[in-house]
């Protein structure tokens, strides 16, 4: 059914963001990219892709920053025109991506007002996807508990926020479970969500999600080892969804090693590739130990990748935003990395990228 009324108000856009698909890099652009002798060259040769002249007013020499920074605006353009024209229930569905960067955003705020840092200069480093109207009158904060109130009000966050934590919190606890207890509920409510719209919309979206998860599950397990944090503590952290959840997580909670969370991975066919390779370690940090957790954020990246290429191949369902949103943003990470290693004359890892097509 809905595939016969989509088109009415979401054709049009899903038509668009196909079509920006189109114009991800693909392998033989990475092979151009790659064989740069300077940034100059590399400006050339990204003016030659769907990028176009997007560096043309930019001094010599470049900065690495500059052209992340600029990539990102074109993503961020790109997504302004799709949210201007959506309707209901593709521009709530477009509002929960903004979320995840509000989060970031405001957990920047609030690091920033914790270590008495000036909130005008760390807007200026906020994603420009997480930015909302209110975000200024964050900065009128003088102390944590004025910033939450002002979250509170002023945010679409207010319910991941007043669900889970308190003011008083936010001076207590270390900064990345604030970051992680708010993650989870927000994945959560976009997972309920997905399932309300039903169709291939939940279909691919709680698939991703599932995913999503199932990462920020085993990077909290991994994070907290050898810290402070109590394996009930970590348990809280954990998403309630997931291919692991419910008996992964509870083995995960428990977990004192890394060798434990291979074995929970192993339960899932799609996560046995995870530890492929990786030899075995003890609880300790070591260099084996980092060697392995690199290795595994770079399979937890073409997972991803290989999920929301995925997504392109059923129609009448808004994962392909989300799924653009994701790839492109890969994309991003991919060029700064080739522009980081040209700068540096570091061509032996200039293949340590994560191709999409």
Not at 145 to 166: H, K, M, N
């Amino acid at each position: 059914m809905e595939a016969l009324l989509f088109n009415v108000d979401g054709g049009f856009l899903e038509g668009t963001v196909r079509g920006y698909k189109a114009g991800i890099l693909t392998q033989s652009h990475y092979a151009n990219l790659t064989q740069c002798e300077n940034l100059e060259d590399f400006r050339t040769q990204l003016s030659a892709t769907d990028y176009g002249n997007f560096l043309a007013n930019e001094p010599l020499p470049i900065s690495t920053a500059t052209i992340a920074d600029k990539a990102t605006q074109i993503l961020v353009d790109q997504f302004k025109y799709l949210r201007n024209n959506a309707v209901e229930p593709l521009s709530k569905f477009l509002d929960y991506i903004t979320y995840a960067y509000m989060i970031d955003n405001v957990i920047l705020l609030i690091t920033g007002t914790l270590h008495e840092r000036d909130t005008h200069e760390l807007i200026e480093r906020c994603h420009p996807l997480g930015v909302f109207e209110s975000m200024p009158a964050l900065c009128v904060a003088s102390n944590v508990e004025e910033l939450f109130q002002s979250v509170l009000v002023e945010t679409p966050l207010a319910p991941y926020f007043r669900d889970c934590l308190s003011a008083s919190d936010l001076d207590d606890l270390n900064i990345e479970i604030i970051r992680n207890t708010v993650y989870k509920a927000y994945l959560e409510d976009f997972y309920a969500y997905c399932g309300s719209l039903g169709g291939p919309t939940a279909d691919v979206m709680q698939r991703i999600l599932s995913f999503e998860a199932d990462r920020r599950t085993v990077n909290i397990t991994i994070n907290s080892f050898n810290t402070e944090l109590s394996k009930d503590e970590r348990a809280r952290l954990f998403p309630a969804i997931g291919r692991l959840f419910p008996e992964g997580n509870n083995q995960l909670a428990k977990a004192d090693e890394i060798d434990q969370v291979r074995s929970v991975c192993e339960n899932v066919g799609e996560y046995r590739q995870f530890f492929a390779d990786a030899g075995s370690s003890s609880n300790g940090p070591n260099d084996e130990d980092s060697g392995i957790l690199s290795q595994l954020e770079d399979r937890f990246f073409q997972t991803e990748v290989h999920l929301n290429k995925m997504a392109f191949l059923q129609q009448f369902q808004y994962g392909v935003f989300y799924a653009y949103m994701k790839l492109k943003e890969q994309e991003i990470r991919n060029i700064t990395w080739i522009a980081e290693c040209i700068a540096q004359n570091a061509k032996d890892r200039i293949q340590d990228f994560i191709p999409i097509f």
